[in-house]
């Protein structure tokens, strides 16, 4: 996953120079990358060796090169000596092995059929041959799902050349025939080095075994092209080594080889980097040769999280921990999942069990000294080999450069030192004793040049709490967050409370809360959650209580869900104090709304809280309460929904909000987004952005980019909304925020100017998301999403079973207003192409009146649309016409160009059905001129093909349809025409998803329109 581009790069280095070298470190997947390789050039039928090492045979002479012909021996068909006489055999394509296991990249490897037989020929302890062990070889087809098998040990009775105990039934190296091509002494070399022949006094002829290695690969290659991927380069004996070394420098171009290295940063190492007792390189690398295998981004991460049924809402934090490692992020994924109970936002990652294991040994082959110096750099706030250097570490640059080169950190150009994943500073902590943390914070404490810094290492050097220290981190907290480092302040203002001495009880708990409230400000869930779980284990007074689980519930974000017990506890202790109960309930009304879908208890919980804010004096709260209740008279149809939200505007002016997220001037920017005044909406966004990337939180530059996403993915320009949702995902990706509603984002600008399919992929993950955080809102939104580019695609019946999810999920939050989430008109078409006419003018004739009371008329306008469908399906194909076109007219005029080139689309279409060639065709170039101007890519795909019905993206025209066939609906020409091409009724209903009773009566129908009697009829009928 995430890897078609390098895929791409290394295809090319094979097809110009033959050879690539694959390096990263440990499980970054560069195995899974030569996989995919492998598997493409076995689809192309070549023939693919797969060679993976193990580290024990570094130190056995030979043991890769016997592997190697052993493997080419067993798996590959050659000529039957015994069946000479009677003419050359017959070759056979070799069979992919039984079951496959991960070689250097994962875990142990199966049994390959026959790939013992030689390599790991008989052996007793006192038989005097070497054994041959841990080196595995494959041969056949390998797939990228796939991985290569590894041989056993197992003794193998094996006949030698030319004993007269050679018998059929005996498997080998020579009884295979693999050696009867080679001159004597070559075939005796190979078969000493297999283990099938007694060495010699003096051994093998090496010039004989070079030669005879080669002849071995170039009369594979004389059967076709093969590729040959040595997985674990850095783990082959010199013997092996020069073996191939020399094989490759004469094998012809047909052979071409992909090498899988992972550097080896201290002590043995291979000829890639650093000294070696021997050099394992199998040819000069060029630079053009070598691919790094990087890590990869977090929305990788997450699909591949999805891939492996992982929970995805997590993807930042998860990326965070595992530095885009693959599989330390699948640890980390199944130590979340394998969790008792689900981990929630604020709480820290379960980094335990596999994680933790796998952290440990990437870390376990760095010398003491190494490890120690990276400690220093774990504890360091901003870590630099200067400062490592000074802390007691003489040697830091070199130790930090062994690190680097063991892909455990980075290094910049002025020495800063950066962790390449999150886990491996957090595991060298979590394992360090206490005295040595201790040291190294003292250390780092002398010799840091900021006063913040070391009186936060004074702080972590020392387990005996002291009010002077305390009130110093006290200040230092004050200091950062005045110099704008809010995460550093919330961390420190913790700091100060935790080193408060317990005699100073109310002191302590004083701290607690700011630290709370602060790590809030900061969007620091884990920090917020810490504070409050000390303070609510202590003697607090109520008020304080609510303030830190406040605290907690406002770093949720979407996740809601399982903190019920909180908002409980936090209703409690608010009674008798009004101010308190006004900030419980605007929390509650905004869970009311997202956790449990009810927006007619949530209007009433804001109304509460803004009534009880307003009594107390509160304007800031007062309007938030205000602005979650103009977001629920909206949804509920209300026509007080305005007058609401201009209170909340109106207070707003006179106490400024601290950020832009969830206040009255984003809902007044969202508002009219759904009446479709786009222009004004973009407009005061582009005001705000700057100011919001300069000063704002995060969280606010997340709500400004999707927003302004969603509004360039209905006017254009499409390409933008693409960076603005992708931008906002990064940012929600790196802050560690539930990616569901980023997700949304990007999959509507990708279904405007991307990709349909990448869209899907989008909507999908972004369902997932938002069914794992209970998110009810988004979970429609990213439905009606997925609905929509799936009836876009002409997945006709996952978009009917999808958007009846979506009007399921509205219909029990009783949502009204139909601006909010346009599901209607696209479940209407969706039912329109099921055939399913009546209930799609039902969903029209219900949602109509609702649009024309509250004055939607841009809904009212893709109602518009999709009944003009409606009509055509029933035959009435003049009036459809006449009312597309007014309805793209109208389009245009509300500045909407995406909906106005779909609607001419639809027109296009229904005139083919009226056979005005010249009409469809103009209708498709000025819908097509519409998306080139707003770079709606994939909507410009749909214009070229023939306007049938729903498309599919990149897919071939669609038949024309015959004349006759003008009857039909969308839904009956499907069936026809499958029907047509042979299909019974069973494999119809199954391919169009219908029962076979719905098959037999709308194939009535169709017979009746065609007046045709047998399905040898119909089949003419439907010839152009």
């Not at 997947?29 to 030569?34: I, L, M, Q, S």
């Not at 989008?762 to 009810?776: F, H, I, K, P, T």
């Amino acid at each position: 996953m995430g890897r078609e581009e390098l895929l791409g790069r290394l295809e090319r280095v094979l097809r110009t120079g033959g050879r690539a070298l694959l390096t990263g470190p440990a499980g970054v997947g560069k195995t899974e990358v030569a996989l995919a390789a492998a598997g493409r050039a076995e689809g192309r039928g070549e023939t693919v060796l797969w060679l993976a090492t193990l580290p024990a045979d570094h130190d056995i002479p030979g043991a890769a090169a016997a592997a190697l012909v052993a493997s080419v021996a067993a798996n590959l068909p050659w000529p039957d000596p015994a069946a000479a006489e009677d003419g050359p055999a017959t070759p056979t394509r070799p069979g992919a092995p039984a079951e496959h296991g991960h070689g250097n990249e994962g875990s142990a490897p199966a049994t390959a059929n026959g790939t013992a037989n030689g390599a790991g020929g008989a052996a007793g302890s006192g038989s005097g041959h070497e054994r041959v062990a841990g080196a595995l070889a494959t041969v056949g087809p390998v797939r990228p799902t796939a991985l290569p098998a590894q041989r056993t040990d197992a003794a193998v009775s094996v006949a030698v050349a030319g004993s007269p105990d050679t018998a059929p039934a005996r498997l080998g190296v020579t009884a295979s025939g693999v050696l009867d091509g080679l001159p004597g002494p070559q075939r005796a070399a190979v078969a000493m080095l297999c283990r099938e022949a007694p060495p010699e006094d003096g051994g093998w002829d090496p010039i004989a075994l070079r030669l005879g290695i080669a002849g071995i690969l170039r009369a594979l290659t004389a059967r076709g092209p093969a590729l040959l991927v040595v997985d674990g380069v850095q783990h082959i004996d010199a013997d092996s080594a020069d073996l191939l070394r020399f094989a490759l420098h004469l094998a012809p171009p047909a052979l071409r080889v992909v090498a899988v290295e992972t550097p080896q940063a201290y002590g043995k190492s291979n000829g890639y980097g650093g000294a070696d007792a021997h050099d394992c390189r199998l040819w000069v690398p060029s630079e053009a040769d070598v691919l790094l295998v990087p890590p990869l981004h977090a929305d990788e991460i997450a699909e591949l999280l999805i891939h492996h049924r992982l929970p995805s809402r997590m993807a930042g934090r998860i990326h965070k921990a595992s530095g885009g490692n693959p599989r330390l992020a699948l640890a980390v994924g199944r130590s979340l999942a394998d969790a008792r109970t689900p981990v929630h936002h604020a709480e820290a990652l379960t980094l335990s069990g596999r994680a933790r294991d796998l952290a440990r040994q990437l870390l376990g082959a760095a010398p003491s000294g190494v490890r120690q110096t990276l400690l220093l750099a774990a504890l360091a706030l901003r870590p630099t080999a200067a400062l490592v250097r000074r802390a007691g570490r003489p040697n830091a640059e070199a130790d930090l450069a062994a690190a680097e080169r063991a892909g455990l950190v980075s290094l910049a150009e002025d020495g800063t030192v950066a962790f390449t994943a999150g886990l491996l500073p957090s595991t060298l902590v979590h394992d360090a004793c206490w005295a040595e943390r201790s040291a190294g914070h003292a250390a780092l404490a002398e010799v840091v040049d900021d006063p913040v810094e070391a009186v936060r290492h004074r702080a972590l050097a020392t387990d005996a709490p002291r009010e002077e220290l305390a009130a110093e981190v006290a200040e230092a907290a004050d200091l950062a967050r005045r110099r704008g480092n809010s995460a550093l302040a919330a961390e420190l203002a913790l700091l100060a409370a935790e080193s408060t001495p317990g005699a100073h009880g109310r002191q302590r708990i004083a701290r607690l809360v700011d630290a709370a409230e602060e790590a809030a400000r900061a969007a620091r869930a884990d920090l917020a959650m810490r504070a409050a779980t000390d303070l609510l284990a202590r003697d607090a007074a109520p008020a304080d209580r609510v303030r830190a689980r406040l605290a907690v519930l406002d770093t949720a974000g979407q996740g809601l869900t399982g903190l019920d017990e909180m908002y409980v506890h936090a209703m409690e202790d608010s009674e008798g104090d009004t101010a308190l109960r006004a900030g419980v309930q605007l929390r509650l009304a905004v869970k009311y709304v997202l956790a449990d879908g009810d927006p007619a208890r949530s209007r009433a919980a804001a109304l509460e809280s803004a009534q009880l804010a307003a009594s107390m004096g509160d304007p800031r709260t007062a309007a938030q309460a205000l602005t979650v209740q103009a977001r629920m008279e909206r949804a509920l149809g209300s026509p007080d929904a305005e007058a609401v939200l201009a209170q909340a505007r109106a207070l707003e002016m006179t106490e400024r909000p601290a950020g832009v997220r969830n206040t009255a001037q984003i809902l007044t920017i969202r508002h009219a987004l759904f009446d479709g005044r786009l222009v004004d909406a973009r407009a005061q966004l582009n005001a705000l952005l700057p100011l919001v990337q300069r000063r704002g939180s995060v969280e606010d530059a997340i709500e400004l980019l999707s927003t302004l996403a969603e509004i360039e993915s209905r006017m254009g320009p499409c390409g933008s909304s693409l960076a603005h949702a992708g931008q906002a995902l990064a940012l929600t990706l790196e802050a560690g925020l539930s990616p569901g509603p980023a997700w949304y984002s990007l999959a509507l600008a990708e279904t405007a100017g991307g990709s349909f399919a990448r869209a899907a992929s989008y909507a999908r993950r972004s369902v997932q998301a938002s069914e794992e955080e209970g998110d009810r809102v988004f979970l429609s939104r990213s439905l009606y999403a997925l609905g929509r580019v799936q009836l876009i695609n002409g997945d006709v019946a996952a978009a009917l079973e999808t958007l009846r999810r979506v009007e399921a999920n509205e219909r029990a939050q009783s949502t009204v207003d139909p601006s909010m989430l346009r599901w209607h008109e696209e479940l209407a078409e969706a039912l329109l192409a099921h055939d399913e006419v009546d209930e799609a003018l039902a969903v029209l004739a219900e949602v109509r009146p609702v649009g024309e009371r509250l004055g939607r008329t841009r809904v009212l306008l893709g109602i518009d649309r999709a009944y003009a469908l409606c009509l055509a399906a029933e035959g009435r194909t003049d009036e459809a016409a006449e009312l597309l076109a007014g309805t793209a007219s109208r389009f245009a005029d509300a500045e909407l160009p995406l909906e106005q080139g779909r609607a001419l689309i639809a027109l296009a279409r229904v005139e083919r059905r009226r056979r005005r060639r010249s009409a469809a065709q103009g209708a498709l170039q000025s819908a097509a001129a519409l998306f080139e101007r707003a770079g709606a890519a994939p909507w410009l795909a749909l214009t070229s093909e023939a306007p049938a019905g729903p498309a599919v993206e990149g897919g071939p025209a669609r038949e024309e349809t015959p004349p006759g066939l003008a009857s039909l609906t969308e839904a009956e020409l499907r069936l026809a025409r499958l029907v047509g091409q042979g299909a019974s009724n069973q494999e119809a209903a199954a391919k169009l998803y219908l029962s076979v009773k719905t098959v037999e009566a709308r194939l009535t129908r169709i017979y009746q329109k065609l007046d045709v009697r047998s399905r040898a009829q119909l089949a003419t009928a439907l010839r152009p």
